[in-house]
């Protein structure tokens, strides 16, 4: 059973590389990032056609969540949108429960720049994330929290770390809030997996950011700990990142036995 995430950056014009990604890798759960459509716009007979079913949390040009599914795996129950206690008009988070699976699907804020209103508003929306998470493991033994976090955990998880040290993205308040989800007991399951050095997630549009791997490890699929019992494998594909017209990021693909 294979679980992804992928932020997308606008799936009206990305979704034909969604498409053929589904056909390529064929996983059973496929959380998209950055819509930026609303739920009416979105025609959902493409993916209906390959035996996916969507949950929509969209809103137009900015953020939008999905959770795009296999049809075998049943209709999903205990379907939430945006975090229950956050008063938050963006559209950032979608989670539902297939069976025993609980997955949630985030769009973290960006934050913009330490100095920006929007840095303290993502601290906020952190706060409140965090808290619910806290809940939502206790009640679901079997969780996969997934996602663009718009925070590299570490030094490791970017190009040129002096460049980035303290700035948005990797200030220690940011890194502080991820380290508390795995203090909860969650685990960042590629980095038990993988053993390549600069396996990011995004590479900017400017300068030749992926020719040069000029790139960050942004986004991130955190188990429970029965969740990563059952976990055989988790990678980048970095393929759809080479690809015409591409997203910004790339796909992160969470292997279950």
Same mark, same amino acid.
């Given at each position: ?76 129950? *205990?379907? /939430?949108?945006?975090? =229950?206690?956050?008063? +938050?008009?963006?559209? &950032?988070?979608? @989670?539902?429960? %297939? ?66 040290? *303290?700035? /948005?993205?990797?200030? =220690?308040?940011?890194? +502080?809030?991820?380290? &508390?989800?795995? @203090?909860?007991? %969650? ?71």
């Amino acid at each position: 059973m294979k679980i992804a995430t992928w932020n997308v950056n606008s799936l009206n014009v990305r979704k034909p590389q969604v498409l053929s990604w589904l056909a390529q890798q064929q996983p059973a759960i496929l959380g998209l990032q950055e819509l930026k459509q609303v739920n009416e716009a979105i025609d959902n007979s493409d993916f209906a056609a390959m035996g996916y079913q969507t949950l929509l949390n969209g809103q137009k040009t900015y953020n939008g969540v999905a959770l795009i599914y296999q049809e075998e795996l049943g209709e999903p129950s *205990d379907v /939430v949108c945006d975090i =229950p206690a956050l008063d +938050d008009p963006q559209r &950032r988070v979608i @989670a539902a429960t %297939f069976g025993e699976l609980r997955v949630i699907n985030a769009y973290v804020v960006n934050g913009e720049a330490i100095d920006s209103e929007k840095y303290q508003y993502k601290l906020n929306w952190l706060e409140a994330f965090s808290n619910w998470l806290a809940l939502e493991i206790a009640q679901h033994p079997n969780l996969v929290v997934m996602g663009d976090f718009n925070i590299a955990p570490s030094d490791a998880d970017v190009f040129d770390p002096e460049r980035f040290k *303290d700035a /948005v993205l990797c200030s =220690p308040p940011e890194r +502080d809030y991820f380290n &508390r989800l795995l @203090a909860m007991g %969650f685990t960042d399951a590629l980095n038990c997996f993988s053993n390549e050095e600069n396996n990011f997630t995004w590479w900017d549009y400017r300068g030749g950011g992926y020719r040069r791997n000029h790139g960050l490890r942004i986004d991130h699929i955190l188990t429970s700990p029965a969740v990563q019992a059952k976990a055989t494998a988790c990678h980048v594909d970095k393929e759809p990142r080479g690809w015409e017209r591409p997203s910004d990021h790339a796909p992160v693909v969470l292997t279950l036995a």
